[in-house]
């Protein structure tokens, strides 16, 4: 009938079941031009066949074509609906391939302080951020953008943090420490100069210029100030929830302690981890390459030297008026995060697959911690991991904190990009407010009128941000006017 006709009919059929020359040539010319779409597509796909492969291949076409030639009908229609069918396949998988990487996010511009990415199915997006830095980057630059303030906020007698966030092979522990051996080199450097105003290598990190820093400081501080400076580190590592101290390898506990300076805040403290006072920068770079030998590094497919654990360096500063003896603490936080992992990029199986699910379980938690903070929520899980236990003080809002994003620009991680962009875009909603105990009235003002300044600098951040909604502007507000309200009792 003519709707069998339509159904079956194909330009390697036969016409009322005779054989014809020309009904031959048509199934040959069809045979070849089947096998080239299929050699086409392999190409496309970069399937590499062997020479075995290949002669096999060629021999099989050649019985085929010789029995299309003797007129086996059945053979050639089914051989001929066989490969155009695998044809099909291979480019419908070729599409949906080349769909999937059309279909990722994608970074089109970088500015000074702003990250422009194209987003499937939205469009363009611009995302804000107080500095962005390039690939080419120097250290310094990255230092000067995004930790000295936290730093010399440190030093001031404020607490600071700076943690660094990103997926694994983004180039988090680079920017936190520097390249592998920057220990060892810096330390061979100090020691060939006796320590004394040594020039560090340019590729040195966050970690190894804030020491830096510290120690320039606490000799100007002492020449013009008279202030007595003194510091002490703690350097943790947390690898599947257990911490270890990784100047001693002894494993250290997690508790929380009522402050009784502020009333409102219960601390965390980090019992059993050594606190080793250090009087130079080669004393600070002995107990750093002590520690990177405890350090817990495996090679993944994203990730030749991956941290398979988030290290913690806790730099205590006590300080010291020698006229009046007013005395002042504050704590630096320096946090290098394991790498968030996708499981399926990262191929990782069996002991490096549990390392993996922990990283992410605990990055999540903080994720859960920032957007209840966002969220002004009465409960706020800092529980939920000992990581941020860990750094409760610093999220909790005695502090100033500085979160780093790193991210890879090229395409094909454009999925764990956003997601990592996203994550300093809510991070950068948090409104922290550092405060230190005040030893006198006039130490008492200028607590009070920083403390001001810092408020009125938050909020104007957010009012560029289009962020003015948020409950923690609100929370801003009332801490103004309550500032204010002190700044006038004490008749400042």
């Known amino acids: 009938t ?60 050649t019985n085929e074509a010789n029995k299309a030639t003797a007129g086996s009908k059945g053979a050639s229609e089914s051989d001929a609906k066989g490969e155009s069918s695998n044809t099909v396949e291979e480019e419908e998988g070729d599409e949906s391939n080349q769909s999937r990487r059309k279909s990722r996010p994608k970074i089109l511009a970088i500015h000074d302080r702003q990250l422009i990415l194209y987003l499937p199915g939205i469009g363009v997006k611009p995302y804000q951020f107080d500095h962005v830095c390039k690939e080419d980057a120097l250290q310094s630059e990255v230092y000067a953008k995004a930790a000295r303030e936290s730093v010399i906020t440190a030093i001031n007698g404020f607490n600071a943090a700076i943690f660094c966030y990103g997926q694994t092979g983004s180039g988090k522990t680079h920017t936190m420490f520097g390249p592998q051996g920057i220990v060892k080199e810096t330390l061979e450097g100090l020691d060939s100069q006796h320590g004394g105003g040594a020039v560090v290598p340019g590729s040195c990190g966050i970690v190894l210029r804030s020491c830096i820093e510290l120690f320039r400081a606490k000799e100007r501080l002492r020449r013009q100030f008279d ?29 929380s302690y009522y402050n009784a300076e502020r009333s409102h805040a219960a601390d965390a403290a980090l019992c059993g981890a050594h606190e080793a006072r250090v009087e130079t920068l080669s004393d600070v ?54 790498g968030s992992e996708n499981l399926k990029l990262s191929k990782v199986e069996g002991i490096r697959r549990a390392e993996a699910i922990g990283i992410n379980s605990s990055l999540l938690a903080l994720q859960r911690v920032i957007s209840a903070r966002v969220e002004s929520k009465d409960h706020v899980p800092y529980r939920d991991s000992k990581l941020t236990l860990i750094l409760k003080q610093a999220l909790m809002g005695n502090s100033r904190t500085t ?33 230190t105990a005040a030893t006198s009235v006039e130490s008492a003002r200028n607590t009070v009128l920083g403390a001001i300044r810092r408020c009125r600098q938050q909020m104007h951040q957010m009012e560029i941000r289009g962020n003015q909604h948020l409950p923690v502007y609100h929370t801003l507000k009332i801490r103004l006017q309550e500032l204010e309200l002190k700044a006038k009792e004490l008749n400042v």
């Open 227 to 255: 202030l007595v400076t003194t510091y002490s580190l703690q350097y943790v590592q947390l690898y599947n929830e257990k911490v270890t101290d990784l100047l001693t390898g002894r494993d250290v506990r997690v508790r």
């Open 2 to 61: 003519t709707v069998k006709k339509k159904e079956w009919s194909s330009p390697a059929s036969a016409v009322d079941g005779k054989h014809s020359g020309n009904q031959m040539r048509r199934e040959e010319e069809e045979k070849k031009r089947s096998d080239h779409r299929r050699h086409i597509t392999q190409q496309l796909l970069k399937s590499h066949l062997s020479a075995s492969d290949d002669n096999a291949t060629t021999g099989g076409q």
């Open 403 to 435: 979160a780093i994003v790193t991210c890879r620009s090229d395409e094909s991680h454009g999925d764990q990009t956003l997601s990592s962009i996203r994550f300093g875009q809510m991070a950068g909603k948090i409104s922290n407010t550092a405060t």
């Open 285 to 338: 770079m002995n107990l750093l390459q002590i520690g990177e030998r405890r350090k817990v590094y495996a090679e993944t497919a994203m990730n030749i030297r991956s941290s398979r654990a988030h290290t913690v360096l806790v730099v205590t500063v006590r300080q010291v008026y020698r006229k009046t003896g007013a005395s002042c603490q504050s704590t630096l936080h320096l946090v290098d995060l394991a």
